[in-house]
């Protein structure tokens, strides 16, 4: 990545970009979480189950998480390319790890509208990408998230509970899914509408918001427009979520416990459905509350589960936290960040451009 960090900008020197004050809050509050955790599951026995965890396991489990963020890149550049914007991989992937990591410090997913902004500009990677098509393939992202999260959970949540399942849990699945079902009729409604909507006034702007409109529309439907890469993508999502499993059941399996996949992928799934609207940076406390209490579902475990939640967090989270904050340095992104604000993703420059290249189709 360090060509891409001298395309960028020059060698990032300053780290003026972080938030410092921000990340110590959040290393606080992670604190905070860690002792309760260790606290109300034993102490000191807490304690010797992370110490005593088999580091063979848990470096597997690494593996598999950091390999997801990997297949990450690779599906939001196919999203991007299906559009019509051909961006390289390391890329894509330097800029999705930065969001994420601004992501984790601020709430309201402002990394997704860091990506946005770091895409209009115009660098040595990429000509400046409109507004509607970026948002699309993050919107695009975040519905195959849905898709892929539901479709398991519940897939899974079926083997382990059968009809038994809490009624919180169902209305969490059931949540998701409506997300989705709305996004979909909104997809195949949203041509006729724009239409009528746009007899309604001939004025400058109403006209460009709804150009907008009809770009995003046709973002959108890419994955139906190039069903063959939709299924790739698809695929890749499936497996970005099945990571989130195996991380999961590779870490109880360093503390020497047996639960069985099915139930360890119904855990992780429904934790990370119950995160899909952070109310923390990174989901602090609210993640390792949702652990705690899918875990409580089997009384009989017989591992920590102080201890779990730790070494899960620890992977996915803290970890991750460090790493893609070096990334982001490394990659210049940091420094690029700084030219770009929030406010910046509320239009576009050329609304008029079209969001979807005429060689999608190839």
């Known amino acids: 990545m360090h060509k891409m960090s001298n395309a960028l900008s020059s060698p990032a020197s300053s780290n003026s970009w972080l938030p410092r004050g921000r990340l110590w809050w959040l290393i606080g509050l992670g604190g905070v979480t860690w ?4 606290g109300l599951f034993g102490g000191q026995a807490a ?26 890149g690779w599906r939001w550049q196919q999203l991007l390319g299906m559009m019509g914007h051909r961006l390289g991989y390391r890329y894509t992937t330097g800029l999705l790890l930065a969001g994420w990591f601004v992501s984790a410090l601020l709430p309201a997913r402002a990394g997704d509208l860091m990506r946005i902004g770091v895409l209009r500009l115009d660098s040595p ?5 409109p507004v509607a098509a970026s948002l699309g393939s993050i919107v695009l992202e975040r519905a195959l998230d849905i898709l892929a999260i539901v479709g398991l959970g519940l897939g899974f949540g079926w083997v382990v509970l059968r009809a038994q399942a809490p009624g919180w849990l169902v209305a969490s699945y059931a949540a998701a899914a409506g997300l989705l079902a709305l996004l979909a009729v909104g997809v195949v409604l949203a041509p006729p509408v724009l239409g009528w909507l746009r007899r309604w006034s001939q004025h400058r702007f109403w006209q460009t918001l709804l150009n907008f409109g009809e770009q995003l529309a046709a ?24 990571c989130d499993a195996l991380v999961v059941w590779l870490v109880l399996r360093s503390l020497g416990a047996a639960l069985p996949l099915d139930m360890a992928a119904f855990v992780a799934l429904t934790v990370d459905v119950l995160a899909a609207a952070p109310l923390t940076p990174g989901g602090i406390g609210q993640i390792d509350a949702a652990y705690v209490a899918l875990f409580a579902l089997w009384p009989t475990t017989t591992f920590n589960v102080g201890a779990a939640v730790l070494l899960i967090r620890l992977i996915t989270y803290w970890s991750f936290l460090a790493f893609s904050g070096v990334i982001t340095l490394l990659t210049g992104f940091g420094e690029v960040m700084q030219r770009v604000h929030p406010a910046t993703v509320a239009h576009d420059a050329n609304p008029a451009a079209p969001a979807v290249s005429p060689e999608q189709s190839a």
């Open 47 to 72: 304690l010797q189950a992370i110490v005593g965890a088999d580091v063979r396991w848990l470096a597997l489990a690494v593996l598999v998480h950091y390999s997801s963020f990997a297949v990450r």
């Open 35 to 38: 002792a309760l955790l260790i």
């Open 125 to 129: 990677q990429h000509r400046p990408v």
């Open 219 to 242: 973002s959108l439907r890419v994955l139906v427009q190039q069903p063959r890469r939709g299924v790739l993508v698809a695929l890749a999502s499936l497996y970005i979520w099945l």
